[in-house]
């Protein structure tokens, strides 16, 4: 029995009413959230406020509307997020929802993409109309009571509008009949209206509008006649030029008489004649000089336009590849018209701007990472799927290996698939009846749930690499070793004996988190505590070898696979790798021969041809321990290593590279970095800008040249290696040819609307030879190589190219040498510039600290008001508070009333922010001004009154004032004597004789005279000329016989 006590303590503790909550219906499998905008709303007949309330939000929307809106909308409709949900949905109409808050500023709503969700949803508005009905039956109705007055009747009586006057009665009267006539349709052509035709354009191109602005008019102009005349009376006299014709009788005595006279002439005029023969035969005033500079005609003849491309197929498959990009597209280089294509959500080279909001985790889990090998001899589907774990984004064939294939992943890690006899069983035809074919598609059928292990065209990875010892970024390069050469564990390159009969099997990897990793597929793998152990057979020992047949020699590396060496990329401060976008180390060289040679092969990509490598040493180049290094920052860095003198012991060595150039020219990531075979030469290609690089000249590029809009990826043309392709972001293919045309680029061609994420070059020599580019839809198109049609051999083409990179290194050398010998010739006046550019970037750097030292502040001051109030303050914090809420609550309710754009109207606001900077600014420099007052006044006097300010030079010391000891002036005056002395004897030994004659003086000025009057009357007077000539004679000859 319990006590009294205890019921009534009992009886005191009440239970708690459980309020029943309904349920969230955004927690319902099937009911998604989405955010409409005013338009979308209008389109499908949902708008909030008009169809849809706060007490009446749910209705039913026609389904068409939206497919409709998808349709038009591909890429910017507000249902893409639900897309395949929505064509899934069975029903003609779908549920939705408006959710009222008027604390945002747009609105969102509920929609079921279910029918189940449709159903509950359905249960839960019913249940809760069936509540407020039940509660609405329960309130109690009051009656309606007598009215007792409390005085307010005349006030309400005033409020009353009452008419003070009777209403005027208006009679209207209209024309009889007051309906309209029956309307008579015709028939109207299309021609005769205006509007009677449409145009469909393509959605791509904008509309430009003309706006005249000029208007032309004519008007009829006739010139007046006038006629007048002048009189002019010439001051000066003025040569005139008539024609003549010479009669002469006797021409034998004018001969005799000419004779003398040209003789003469020549001789007195030959220094002048020989002068303008001399000229003429240099220079021929009467002919183009222009063609004959040219040293080379063809060379610089205009090329005719290039064809149009032509596209022979495509590669696309809408089931694997659906919303994929092209990461990367490799050929195979030993079987022609085979083509690996690695496809991922986002491409590698694509420029994204913003934070990374995908789900990593979904995709590694659910996520399709198809790579796809396709054949020119069927298009439609691919020949091989390779399977991978995670998105790839690098693939290379081995050069020495036909069946290796190696794939570079997201997340660091190495791929291998061995395609051994792979192909061949794809392509080997299997011989069904109907029976067998019905029976094998019925099995299929029911066994959809099961993974089909028996599909040929699946590969699984061969190996994996060990996820631990791999690169913690995306894989970004894949570059093979030369078989003669190897890498030691410690990082030392070595040469592999001729003795040895297998090469090797060596490669190097890049990634984004700034390491270069050597890789060995010969190694015999480690398996550590806790790894990864191949399964083994208890029954058998060793399994048969027909089924041994396909088995990979690889497969003992499946993740275990671990880096044979890792060089790490580390910046100056040593605080970070640089993140490797890509690389080229240019370290092995490979030649092929057809193994079944045909002279009656066609030679084209329909027909698979298979080739084979030529072994030789000699065709091998001497490697180095270096690489070219592309950075997402834009850096093109020349780097090395040494290797290490011992083994540390760690399972993987490590070594810092030596960086011997880098530079930073490029405006964006370095997506590609390639050294030409030819000419040793090395492109670059980032951003908007490409670049031509030479190891023998570390002061900048050869050459670099900048595009209007972003470069995806540039490669070295394989059969031309003196062009350059480049791939734009629109779509658009650039050729380049340097040394026939450095400022412009050859042809630019349009190879799709899309930007292009991945191209190569067909390998192997074709009839006609074929170019791959895969754009941003995840298709992969063939197109015809244009021919070139610059009449010039290969030969000359390329001796042309280096011709032009040694006279461009040349010229730049030459450049940089005097701009040396001209900065320190001028080193003050550089001094004071950088002093100078030094003094206004501290300042630069003053005012943005104080600007950073403000927001700090007013972060602080936010903060601290967040925070809460101070002690003893309470109620006055409580009403700022209520003071902002309610200023923050009308903002947001005139923007959300007027429908303000808050980005327009910060765009608006931002022309006052920097009026009040730039008064601010002023005021700053004004104190400036004032603080420095004096000093300015001190160097303005010195400026207007320099003879104040400016110090008097010392007067010169007095030579003879003294002072000297008396030894040094008794020895300057004993060299004096000496002076004198031998002066003296040099003039007595040396005489000086002159002979005068003044006849003879005489004689020469009168003989001078005579011949300058003979010639001036000569030239005047021809007849005078030649009577001196006579008298000059006489003269002679009285002189000779004096």
Known sequence: MSSPDTISKSSKKRKKRKKLKHKDIFDIPGVRKLTLSELAQKIIGCVAGEH?????????????????????????????????????YPRRDVLIGYIP?????????????????????????????????????????????????????????????KNNRAL????????????????????????????????????????????????????????????????????????????????????????????????????????????????????????????????????????????????????????????????????????????????????????????NTEDTVLKAVHGINPVLIWSCLDGLKPKLILEAPREVHKLSFCKFDENILIGGCKNGQIIIWDIR????????????????????????????????????????????????????????????VSPYYEYSKI?????????????????????????????????????????????????????????????SPYHSLHLNLKPLYKINMNRKDNKKNFAISNFHSNSCHMEYEEINPDKNR??????????????????????????????????????????????????????????????????????????????NITLTVGGRIFALWRDDFSAGPILWRRCKHMYTTGEWDIFKPYMVINKIMNGDVESWAVSSSSKFPVSSLTYSSQFLTASAIHPRKLKRNIYGAGDKQGSFRLFFVPEDTIPLTEEMKRGEFLEFVDREIDRKKQFLSWQEAWNKKNASVLKVREDEQREFIEKEEATQKEKEQEKQDQKVDDKTKQKGPQPGKYVEWVIEQRKLEEAARIKSTIISKKQLDTKELEKRRKPLQKLDEENERKKRKQKQRLREGETIFRETIASLFPEIVKEKPAPPPDPYAGGEPADERERCYYDYLEITQEAEDFKNSHPYYYDFDWKQVLTSGEQRRRLLDEAYSSRKHPQLGMKSTSSKENYVEQMEGT
């Open 602 to 679: 066609k030679n084209v990509i329909s027909e698979r041809i298979l080739f084979k490598p030529i072994f030789r040493r000699e065709s091998q180049q001497a490697l180095k321990q270096e690489m070219h290094v592309g950075t997402s920052d834009g850096h093109y860095i020349h780097l090395k290593w040494e290797g290490q003198e011992y083994d540390t012991g760690e399972i993987v060595n490590c070594e810092n590279a030596k960086i011997i150039m880098s530079a930073k020219y490029h405006d964006g990531p370095v997506n590609t970095v390639e050294i030409s075979d030819f000419s």
């Open 101 to 161: 808050d008027e604390s945002r500023e747009y609105e969102e709503f509920y929609i079921c993409v279910t029918e189940e969700a449709t159903e509950t949803v359905k249960n839960i508005i019913e249940k809760m109309k069936e509540e407020q009905e039940e509660r609405l039956y329960n309130t109690v109705n009051k009656s309606i009571k007598k009215w007792f007055s409390q005085g307010t009747e005349e006030e309400v009586d005033e409020s009353i509008i």
């Open 491 to 551: 990082g030392n390159l070595m040469e592999i004996p001729e003795d040895w009969s297998d090469p090797s099997m060596q490669l190097i990897t890049g990634s984004e988190d700034g390491t270069i990793l050597i890789w060995d597929l010969l190694k015999k793998p480690t398996i550590q505590a806790g790894g990864f152990k191949p399964r083994q057979l208890k029954r058998l020992k060793k399994r048969p070898s027909a089924l041994m047949v396909d088995v």
């Open 52 to 88: 849809v309330t706060a007490e009446s939000p749910w209705m039913y929307v026609n389904k068409e509307k939206i497919q409709d809106n998808l349709e038009l909308h591909e890429e910017s409709s507000e249902f893409l997020p639900l897309k395949k949900e929505l064509i899934e």
């Open 421 to 480: 006899n792979k192909l061949h069983k794809v392509e080997e035809l299997e011989i069904l009846t109907t029976a067998q074919q019905k029976y094998r598609v019925y099995m299929h059928s029911l066994m959809k749930w099961m993974r089909n292990i028996h599909d040929v065209s699946v590969v699984r990875p061969t190996a994996i690499s060990d996820l631990g010892y791999s690169h913690k970024g995306p894989v970004t390069g894949i570059s093979w």
């Open 168 to 355: 005027l009665e208006v009679e209207v009267e209209s024309q009889y009949p007051i309906f309209s006539p029956e309307v008579q349709f015709t028939t109207v052509k299309a021609e005769q209206r205006r509007d009677g035709y449409m145009e469909l354009r393509y959605f791509d191109d904008q509309a430009t509008n003309v706006l005249k602005k000029r208007i032309d008019a004519h008007t009829q102009v006739a010139p007046q006649n006038i006629s007048s005349e002048v009189q002019t009376i010439c001051t000066y006299p003025s040569n005139s030029a008539t024609q003549y014709r010479y009669e002469i009788k006797n021409v034998e005595e004018l001969l005799n008489k000419c004779t003398k006279n040209i003789i003469s002439y020549t001789e007195d005029n030959y220094d002048h004649l020989s002068e303008l023969l001399r000229v003429n035969g240099a220079i021929d005033l009467y002919t183009d000089d222009y063609s004959a500079l040219i040293s080379n005609d063809s060379r610089y003849m205009k090329a005719t336009a290039m064809e149009e491309v032509k596209e022979y197929m495509f590669f696309m498959d809408v089931n694997l590849c659906e919303g994929k990009m092209i990461a990367d597209a490799v050929w195979h280089p030993m079987w022609s018209g085979t083509v690996a294509i690695a496809y991922a959500d986002v491409a590698p080279n694509i420029y994204n701007f913003g934070q």
